[in-house]
Antibody, heavy 119, light 109 residues
Framework: QVQLVQSGAEVKKPGASVKVSCKAS????????MHWVRQAPGQGLEWMGL????????IYAQNFQGRLTMTSDTSTSTVSMELSGLRSEDTAVYFC????????????WGQGTLVTVSS | QSALTQPRSVSGSPGQSVTISCTGT?????????VSWYQEQPGKAPKLIIY???KRPSGVPDRFSGSRSGNTASLTISGLQAEDEADYYC?????????FGTGTKVTVL
């Protein structure tokens, strides 16, 4: 069955970077986009960006331009998200989610990774 | 891209219907047939319940329905049940990027 398994929780200091990975299995990795969505404590969902594993192209939300890097590794079916210049407001659960049709159609999600930014 | 606007909360008694609105602009909700809705329960990842404005994935009960008028999409839950108590989010394409709604908490009285 389809599984998206994310790396474990992280605690980082302000100004540092964090890298979260999402390993896919149970489907053809290059047939789906992979998105990252975050949710701060008590807040709503925020779309961060997407990666196309076929050609490693990316689209980032304007709010994260310059701080966000997404990469794909087809040899391990893994997508990674690196966020730099962390601040306390980046404390959130980060989800990966796959999408087939470029239509806000996220049919499978990772379990979420809590990133805590604290001095 | 600004978040799509949803009411903070709606409530209803079991068996009643509730409708959640999702207001965007002519650059997102009003421009694409790609509006979806997600149900999020505490401690779980969001679950897709409506896509392409009004289509239901396999396994989603038909008491969930979607529609759109102009720049506003809507999710209606008919015959409200206790297990429908959750947070609901709309999502739309906005050109290359995507945007979520602000979220609505549905309470079953």
């Amino acid at each position: 069955q389809v599984q998206l398994v994310q790396s474990g929780a992280e605690v980082k200091k302000p100004g540092a970077s964090v890298k979260v990975s999402c390993k896919a299995s149970g489907y053809t990795f290059t047939s789906y986009y992979m998105h990252w969505v975050r949710q701060a404590p008590g807040q709503g969902l925020e779309w961060m960006g997407l990666s196309n594993p076929t050609d490693d192209s990316t689209i980032y939300a304007q709010n994260f331009q310059g701080r966000l890097t997404m990469t794909s590794d087809t040899s391990t079916s893994t997508v990674s998200m690196e966020l730099s210049g962390l601040r306390s407001e980046d404390t959130a659960v980060y989800f990966c989610a796959r999408e087939l049709m470029a239509a806000c159609y996220f049919d499978n999600w990772g379990q979420g990774t809590l990133v805590t930014v604290s001095s | 891209q600004s978040a799509l606007t949803q009411p903070r909360s709606v409530s209803g008694s079991p068996g009643q219907s509730v409708t959640i609105s999702c207001t965007g602009t002519s650059s997102d909700v009003g421009d694409y047939n790609y509006v979806s809705w997600y149900q999020e329960q505490p401690g779980k990842a969001p679950k897709l319940i409506i896509y392409d404005v009004n289509k239901r994935p396999s396994g989603v009960p038909d008491r969930f329905s979607g529609s759109r008028s102009g720049n506003t999409a809507s999710l209606t839950i008919s015959g409200l049940q206790a297990e429908d108590e959750a947070d609901y989010y709309c999502c739309s394409r906005a050109g290359g990027p995507y945007v979520f709604g602000t979220g609505t908490k549905v309470t079953v009285l």
